[in-house]
């Protein structure tokens, strides 16, 4: 059984830095890609970031992009969003999601396997 773990969320200072940790289980981590989707309140899902486990290629969103860093762990199955220079607008559950590739697409249309999200709430 697929399973995909988050954790590392929680309530931050505009300004400041948040580490996402996404725990993957059930399927063999190296032939997947992890992705970050993020929700906010009475918005529709975006995707953050992807990255292949194979490869380490990733994507980002253009409001990720020079701030936000997708890694990967493979050692220990687990991918990790680190977010800097958080904003209010950052604010949204997040979720980590997994599916065989990695690309624009995917961050567009969403994957396959996804977890239960964490909170990350960017007080002003």
């Known amino acids: 059984e697929v399973q995909l773990v988050e954790s590392g969320g929680g309530l931050v200072q505009a300004g400041g830095s948040l580490r996402l940790s996404c725990a993957a289980s059930?399927?063999?981590?190296?032939?997947?890609?992890i992705g970050w989707f993020r929700q906010a309140p009475g918005k529709e899902r975006e995707g953050v970031s992807c990255?292949?486990?194979?490869?380490?290629?990733?994507y980002y969103a253009d409001s990720a992009k020079g701030r936000f860093t997708i890694s990967s762990d493979n050692a220990k199955n687990t991918v990790f969003l680190q977010m800097n220079s958080l904003k209010p607008e950052d604010t949204a559950v997040y979720y980590c999601a997994a599916d065989r590739r990695c690309s624009n697409y995917y961050l567009i249309y969403g994957m396959d396997y996804w977890g239960k999200g964490t909170l990350v709430t960017v007080s002003s």
């Open positions: 990255i292949s486990s194979s490869d380490g290629r990733a």
């Open positions: 059930g399927f063999t981590f190296d032939d997947y890609a």
